[in-house]
């Protein structure tokens, strides 16, 4: 968990600044402190910015000879490379390299006897400072949101593919060189630029490593980008990062949250059993979810274009909590003949305790295993999801953030303890809004009102419920 994130220095902005040349190459360095470590970094600015105008930004991870806590390590290879002129005239842009210890690794994979790679569900400490110095960045620093892109080689490959499937939806592109992840969570960069590059010859970082991942990505049917090169060992970096290497379309993308979404809905849809049947039961925000552009529409979208034979059966109804589903769900649901239920629920619950008609705890607890009890002896496969957000300012300071916490903590034990598959839309609300919400805003990022979805709040929901109902329809024996 972050505690806090400081910079020791930043950039003055002013109108048409230009770097004077003997400063070209100077780095601003800075230090994130997660829990009890301290994780420095480096950020190399644009030659020049301009009062007004945002930067692209590549967030750069390094190999494992450039761990250490200097904090110049790390600049060799490709932040040093994109100081020089002939690139920062062509791709003006700041990089981000943050800084690993010697102890720790970028990427939380665990590798079996039979050699195959499994990601962790937590992040590494290392990681979890990559995204502090992330966030610190972009509240600090001129960037373009929508052009982030990521990449790493070596080690910080395989901590590009770590981080681009924890979080696909920061990036507008990812280039992992040389590296390897779990070719499990590939599934989850449906709709995201992926170039990879691997030496032929390598036999550090087996090429192996990149080719289980292209090979699962091409399962998905993603069009990822992928370049062995032959007679190369493991500096494939030197070619990925040359002029007519990868960066003119790493840098060049721009993030596009709603092929993130239709692509995630397709792996859905093409999951999908025969003439099934999904429900989405829960409150306004899944009321308002069937209207045209709602977050249920979306998803009925794409599956009517792709599995006519699938149907929505929308159940959303305003203020209602979980009390007031109990009392619908068999005649909403169920009688309607669902097959796969999409539980979202808890806003109301905490929401509504502010003038004593809330749900107590306990009444919450039980009426969720009621809930999924009864579905589950239905027949239907069940989703739940933790309330999201009451507030989109930083996680802790907003007036009901303990109390929801307590209650998505309910839900995420529930979901545990009934063996159903879990979408834990408290945690990716919390994230994305950790890097996207850099002026701390208490609405509009990805609500209109603190609570109720706006059209990037819908577009992000279609696509953490699509993940979460497609993870059960695969669970299914």
Known sequence: ?????????????????????????????????VEETTYPYVLLPPPEI????????????????????????????????????????RFPCFVLAPQCPKDQRWANVRTLES??????????????????????????????MQRIALTGLSMGGSGAWDLATRHPGW????????GGGDPETTDRLAGLPVMVWHGAEDTVVPTQRSREMVKALRKLKHPVEYTELPGVHHDAWNHAYALDGCLEDLIGARRDPESIQVETVRLLARALAPDERVAFLGDSITQAGNDPGGYVDRIRAVLKEERPDVSVIPAGISGHKVPDLLKRFEADVIQKGATLVFIYIGINDVWHSQSGNGTSPEDFESGLHQLIDTLRTSGADVVLATPSVIG??????????????????ISRRVAAEKGVTLCDLHAAFSSHLQIFNPTDLAKSVLTS?????????NVFLATEAARALRRAVLARD
């Open 115 to 144: 050699g195959r790679r499994i990601q962790e569900p937590e992040p590494t400490g290392a990681l979890e400072g990559v995204i502090a110095s992330l966030a610190e960045v972009v509240r600090t620093q001129p960037i373009d």
């Open 50 to 89: 301009v009062e007004g105008e945002r930067y692209p930004l590549v967030v750069f991870l390094h190999g494992i000879g450039e761990r250490g806590t200097d904090n110049e390590l790390q600049k060799e290879h490709f932040p040093k490379r994109m100081a020089a002129a002939e690139y920062s005239g």
């Open 449 to 457: 009102d603190g609570v109720h979805l706006n059209g990037a709040g």
């Open 392 to 409: 989109e300012k930083a996680r802790g300071t907003n007036n009901l953030d303990s109390m929801l916490d307590a209650y998505a903590a």
């Open 1 to 33: 968990m972050i505690l806090f994130a400081s910079c020791s220095s930043t950039l003055c902005l002013c109108a048409a600044l230009t770097l004077p040349q003997d400063t070209l190459r100077d780095f601003i360095a800075g230090e994130v402190q």
């Open 171 to 178: 990036f507008s592109a990812a280039a992992p060189v040389c």
